[in-house]
């Protein structure tokens, strides 16, 4: 490795050709870079006292390309991003130059046309690949060549590219007096060069060092480049061109800069049944091709099962399915926001490809998908359990009764993670804050045009509050309300029964109920079917809100169904309790005082946690669960001793009556201990028994 400062033009100038591999991301700067770096060259000219403007890294591995004669082309791993927005801005500036209005500039020293042109953007000699000094791949370097060489664009050109050559050729215009300036500035800015040696430097750790300046490298960034930096070229290019472009492509540039991250977590999630943490998809994409299983596979293998699931991310998550059916369920999915359940989806998929799960059961599917996650928002239901539940989902099917078991494991979840049933989830809906509801225009939406072919655009309308949100209301509305108005207008204002769509919004203003009625455009002839029976009302009171209210969640249970089975079926697949043969008799301290006085309170306060929480007798201890052990406790002559299943450094603990036993062997599971002796101490131990259940409970966020 050799590592040089240098300024930046004499670094272009003798540099024959900078390739950028196919394996590096696309060219991603946007004109909030392209601006830093312009600012920054400019004030760097303008002040004599600035004697360089350092601008980053420009890494490269030396020899191993294929050379024809003398050219010598090198690769670089790191600079790319800066690297472009340079010859941008120099192929802007030649342009600017040559145009009559600027020639005056064209004596400063380097800055011609010509000298910039032959120095730092072509190799005027050369022909082909060879001309140019920077070389991108696929698309990016179609729309340089096109802006060096100032000829069209490729039909499909690189946006970034194109939108950035076109900023700096505005600044330019705009800031004529500014060019003395902006040469100074591009004379200062420096580098530093850092050579490696092919054979000798592993190029793929130096790359995950590298915080250079510009735009940081995403998880998928890493991830492209681990899987195709540090293979041979023929073989880049095949898993390029057949895998890792299509990707590209799926996504486009704008959603491949947003999601592709998202994806790989999914993926990885699908893969290895964990959830990694949003920073560190690319550690666990590490760990998970290097597990024995994906090495023995290879890494073609590998990557082509990234873009098989990389092609349903993008009909599900992106608005790629083509079946009208698939695409209005997936799109409601979206809209409802549910990240959470695509490593489900994704499996769900697959199945549906690969002809495993039908097109019917896989709408169906979703549509259960859609009602849990909205009725548990509906019933305020906390959402943190939301990963963990659709990440193991695919666990628990049975494939060859595929929607059968979707609906069984849905009804079988304990109760925070239930599946609302109609009645909770109709009172609830008739009570919540629906115009606050993060999304208000989902379920209006729904409610619309449920069972109708002919769908109304909900965005052309506005809501509209049929009982005003102005707090001074008028005397004809706390008239029709009656002596409790306010208590009514506080409770219900927000609420599905007031609340409806309208074009009129503007119109209807604070007016009586009977003026909203009756004019024109008013509830009357309303083609709005959530207004059906509005042009009937001669009142709107409390009453009638309940009333109205009552009839849409009535429609509701229908729009978002819960699943249903008959009784015979759901108990075949119901858990069976586990027989151990173990009672209390097998625990001699449990059957006289004080440890069985201690136990029976301990138990009672344990078991009223959570519906959900289960009581197993065994040999040595007693344990308590939900997903799995929370709490064990081992009876012993004058106390009980439990086991919290949470690790030590996050028990919130004031007393410090807890025990680290990480590397200790104890009967019972987790490295926290706690010993109670006596029952005034019991409020407490149960204080460090819930956050055990609660960290099982809510393990991990629902994003």
């Known amino acids: 490795m050799k590592a040089n400062e240098a300024q930046l033009l004499k670094f272009l100038k003798k540099i024959e050709q900078l390739q950028v591999p196919i394996y590096q991301r696309m060219y991603s700067w946007t004109e909030r870079e392209c601006q830093q770096l312009w600012d920054d060259i400019v004030r760097s000219g303008a002040n004599d006292d600035i004697s360089a403007h350092f601008v980053g890294s420009i890494v490269y591995i030396e020899g191993g390309l294929h050379q024809i004669a003398n050219f010598s082309p090198v690769l670089v791993i790191d600079g790319q991003q800066r690297l472009t927005t340079v010859t941008l801005l120099l192929a802007a500036l030649v342009k600017a130059l040559e145009k009559a209005e600027v020639r005056e500039h064209e004596s400063v020293d380097d800055f011609t046309p010509k000298k910039l042109r032959n120095y730092y953007l072509v190799n005027p000699e050369e022909s082909g690949e060879h001309r140019y000094k920077l070389l991108l791949s696929q698309t990016d370097g ?50 530093v060069d850092l050579a490696l040696n092919r054979g000798q430097d592993n190029p793929q750790l130096i790359f995950e060092s590298m915080n250079s300046t510009g735009r940081e490298l995403s998880q998928a960034d890493l991830i492209r480049n681990f899987l195709l930096m540090g293979i041979e070229p023929r073989l880049q290019s095949k ?39 949003q920073d560190e998809v690319y550690e666990a994409f590490k760990s998970y091709a ?114 059968e078991g979707i609906k069984a494991h849905f009804l079988g979840l304990p109760s925070y993670r239930r599946f609302p049933g109609d009645e909770e989830f109709h009172r609830d809906l008739q009570t919540r804050d629906l115009y606050n509801f993060r999304s208000r225009s989902y379920w209006l939406r729904r409610l619309e045009n449920y069972g109708h072919k002919e769908s109304v655009q909900v965005d052309e309308y506005t809501i509209e509050h049929i009982m005003p949100q102005n707090e001074t209301l008028s005397s004809a509305w706390k008239e029709a309300l009656g002596p409790n108005w306010k208590t009514i207008h506080q409770t219900w204002l927000h609420t599905l029964g007031n609340l409806t769509l309208t074009g009129y919004n503007s119109e209807y203003g604070d007016r009586a109920f009977i003026e909203k009625r009756d004019m024109k455009g008013g509830f009357a002839e309303s083609p709005i079917r959530l207004n059906a029976g509005l042009g009937k009302l001669e009142h709107w009171n409390e009453d009638a809100i309940k009333e109205r209210a009552s009839t849409l969640a009535d429609l509701a249970i229908d729009v978002w169904k819960s699943p249903t089975l008959p009784a015979s079926v759901l108990q075949t697949y119901q858990e069976k309790t586990q027989i151990t043969g173990y009672g209390l008799s097998d625990h001699p301290y449990l059957l006289s005082s004080p440890t069985c006085e201690l136990f029976e309170a301990l138990r009672r306060e344990v078991l009223a946690l959570d519906p959900c929480v289960t009581e197993e007798l065994l040999k040595l201890y007693v344990a308590y669960k939900a997903e799995t052990n929370f709490v064990d406790v081992v009876p012993q002559s004058k106390r009980l001793r439990l086991s919290l299943n949470i690790g030590y450094v996050e028990i919130d603990d004031p007393r410090g009556i807890c025990k680290d036993v990480t590397l200790l062997g104890r009967w019972g599971n987790g490295d926290v201990e706690v010993g109670f002796s006596a029952l005034d101490e019991l409020p407490y131990v149960m204080g460090l028994v819930r956050q055990a259940l609660e960290k099982q409970l809510g393990n991990g966020s629902d994003q």
């Open 142 to 191: 179609d729309s340089l060549i096109a802006v060096v060489e100032g000829t069209e664009p490729p039909k499909e050109p690189s946006l970034r590219v194109m939108k950035n050559f076109a900023f700096f050729e505005a600044k330019l215009a705009e800031h004529k007096s500014l060019l003395p300036s902006l040469f100074k500035g591009i004379s200062k800015l420096m580098v």
């Open 239 to 277: 898993l390029y061109d057949r895998y890792w472009h299509p990707i590209e492509l799926d996504f486009g540039q704008e959603a491949y800069d947003t999601h592709f991250d998202r994806f790989m977590r999914h993926y990885l999630t699908v893969k290895t049944g964990t959830i990694p943490k």
């Open 290 to 403: 290097r597990s024995p299983q994906v090495a023995e596979l290879g890494i073609e293998v590998l990557v082509g099962d990234i873009r098989e699931f990389a092609q349903y991310f993008c009909a599900m998550a992106l608005g790629g399915e083509t079946d009208p059916e698939l695409k209005r369920s997936f799109r409601d999915l979206r809209e409802l926001r549910v990240d959470v359940a695509y490593p489900f989806l994704l499996e769900l998929y697959r199945d549906y490809r690969a002809d495993i799960l039908a097109k019917d059961d896989l709408v169906e599917a979703v549509r259960l998908i859609e009602a849990y996650v909205f009725r548990r928002a509906i019933c305020a239901i906390p959402t943190n359990s939301l990963n963990k539940t659709f990440a193991t989902f695919i666990k628990a099917l049975k494939k060859d009764r595929y929607l």
